[in-house]
């Protein structure tokens, strides 16, 4: 499945288990990323488009999905991933913890690896972490006198420089890759949020009020973010 949303980063999502990757997908396209599903080997090279993919997210044992055990694992994937003139990120998933398989996921042309079970946060650090380091993730911005670093979780104005609390990195990075898309509360706790059924839209209506403030943003009279009464908000700043 691919979730088309302007030019964000693609990752293919290849795992055999099906509850795995539908909770794979269903995080990455919160997060704003489109993605291609596969539950083998085969399915993965015949959806793989070497234009469009941007990472590889893979898992190294593939036993459950349509091919069985009888398929390309995820080693050989990557293998003809990279065959196939791949250069970009590939993060292994696996179950096994021991060097011989480590060495083997590097070995086949692996970039990094986590081991299950994993955290959704981390791993999508580790992917946003290799991904930065190809350019394929945009974290700096600049409107006018203002400067936005992500990775530095900095605001830097004419003046002064604002630091950003991780909450508030997260939000603003959002609101910068949909610049122009109305977004509801709710979209916002499911996109920034890790666990939004414990958390309030008054919890949203906070964290804009302080990154208006270290945007020197007014909310009468915006630059930055719009309030869209009744619906969410809007950052209605172009990039220059």
């Known amino acids: 499945m691919v979730l088309k949303n302007s030019d964000a980063p693609c990752i293919l999502l290849l795992e055999d288990e099906l509850s795995v990757l539908e909770t794979l997908v269903k995080y990455f396209q919160r997060q704003g990323y489109r993605t291609i599903s596969a539950r083998s080997g085969e399915e993965a090279l015949d959806r793989f488009d070497l234009t469009q993919c941007d990472a590889v997210i893979l898992d190294i044992m593939l036993q ?38 480590t060495l083997q996921g590097f070995a086949a042309g692996a970039d990094d690896y986590v081991t299950k079970p994993f955290s959704l946060s981390v791993l999508k650090a580790r ?18 006198e203002v ?25 603003l990075r959002c609101f910068l890759e949909n610049r122009g898309k109305i977004l509801s509360r709710e979209e916002l706790l499911l996109q920034v949020w890790d ?24 909310a009468t009279n915006p630059r930055f973010i719009e309030t869209m009464h009744g619906v969410g908000y809007q950052f209605i700043a172009n990039a220059d």
């Open 64 to 101: 459950e999905g349509p091919s069985g055990g009888t398929g390309l694992d995820g080693l050989e994937t990557c293998r003809e991933l990279r065959r196939m003139g791949f250069t970009r990120p590939v993060l292994f998933l696996t179950a096994r913890r021991d060097e011989t398989a």
């Open 127 to 144: 992917l946003e972490a290799l991904l930065r380091r190809v350019g394929a993730v945009k974290t700096s911005y600049r409107f006018g």
């Open 147 to 171: 400067f936005i670093d992500l990775d530095r979780y900095t605001i830097r104005h004419p003046d002064r420089s604002v630091r950003l609390r991780s909450r508030e990195r997260d939000l």
């Open 195 to 218: 666990d939004p059924h414990r958390t309030s839209n008054r919890t949203v209506d906070t964290h804009v009020r302080t990154l208006r403030k270290k945007l020197g943003d007014n």
